[in-house]
């Protein structure tokens, strides 16, 4: 039996250790757990409760990481980082997720990829049902060329030119949100000051006239080789004119020029139409 220390996540000492853990065990289907960035994204974002973050729990072996578990945005709900060669800590990380994890009720929403056999069949066997399958797509260099062109009557916006408080205002109704944006100019500047995130390879368009519409943004991890999107939207009057896909498009030449050769997608059938693949699905496991 391997020399394994469990410990409380330490907010302001770990993220690096866990990062770097999650670079080092990637693989584009998630079967060793999530992409780095999305554990990135998910602590910067205004809406994510932080303020639990000291439940999370590490194993360690020799002081190196071997297993990871937490939730993106608050009580209620749990991931699972580990490889194969550690899927002996399961039952102690799904013991942690329940006593730890668990919302004021006693409920919680595991959140498992498809390729993680063995996270899944202890949850299975705990009598645990799937709930909910999230496809994400995702697009291989190597296959595919994203090469879509900018329609006519819009342009790019250099990133450094970027009015911040349209950019706010039209993220907020891309997502066919309604009434006054409840981020605001600073949440954004403050997920955009994470320690890997790189605002400066953003996508964003706006009419001739000067109207933001459509906007990318881009996490790039250099040890994987991959382009990691978050978010993407078009106000609800600029759709089905291909301003998405000429900002993926865009994405693409940028990235590639870096070396990239995986770009992460979503879950609409947008992404399979201009050349995506299927990724991974997320599964969301629940007691009934």
């Known amino acids: ?40 994204y998910s602590l910067a974002t205004p809406w994510s409760d932080n303020s639990q973050n000291h439940r999370f729990a590490i194993w360690e072996e020799d002081n190196e990481i071997v297993a990871f578990c937490w939730y993106e945005s608050g009580i209620g709900e749990a991931f699972f980082n580990l490889t194969d060669e550690y899927s002996f800590l ?25 390729g993680q056999k063995a996270v ?33 009557g819009y342009v790019f916006e250099p990133v450094e030119k970027c009015d911040a408080e349209k950019l706010d205002e039209m993220t907020w109704r891309g ?9 605001n100019v600073e949440s954004d500047l403050h997920t955009e000051a994470a320690p890997n995130a790189t605002p400066e390879l953003d996508v964003i368009i706006k009419t001739e006239a000067g109207e933001y519409v459509c906007y990318a943004g881009m996490w790039w991890v250099p040890e994987n080789k991959l382009a990691y999107l978050e978010p993407l939207c078009t106000v609800p009057e600029h759709r089905r004119k291909g301003l998405a896909r000429a900002a993926l498009s865009e994405l693409y030449r940028r990235t590639s020029l870096l070396g990239a050769r995986y770009m992460s997608g979503g879950t609409d059938e947008f992404y399979y139409k201009i050349g995506y693949k299927k990724g991974y699905e997320l599964l969301y496991l629940e007691k009934f």
């Open 1 to 40: 039996m391997k020399s394994i220390v469990k410990r409380p996540y330490r907010e302001m000492c770990d993220f690096y250790k866990v990062y770097n853990f999650m670079v080092k065990n990637f693989t584009p289907d998630c079967k060793n757990g999530c992409y780095p960035p999305f554990f990135e």
């Open 90 to 114: 399961i039952p102690e990380m799904m013991d942690h997720a329940e006593q730890r994890l668990s919302d004021d009720k006693g409920k919680i929403k595991l959140k498992i990829y498809d």
């Open 120 to 152: 899944l069949k202890e949850a299975l066997d705990r009598g645990y049902q799937i709930s909910w399958r999230e496809e994400q797509g995702i697009i291989d260099f190597s296959e595919t060329k994203l090469d879509a062109p900018l329609p006519k």
């Open 175 to 183: 997502f066919d949100n309604e009434g006054e944006p409840v981020s």
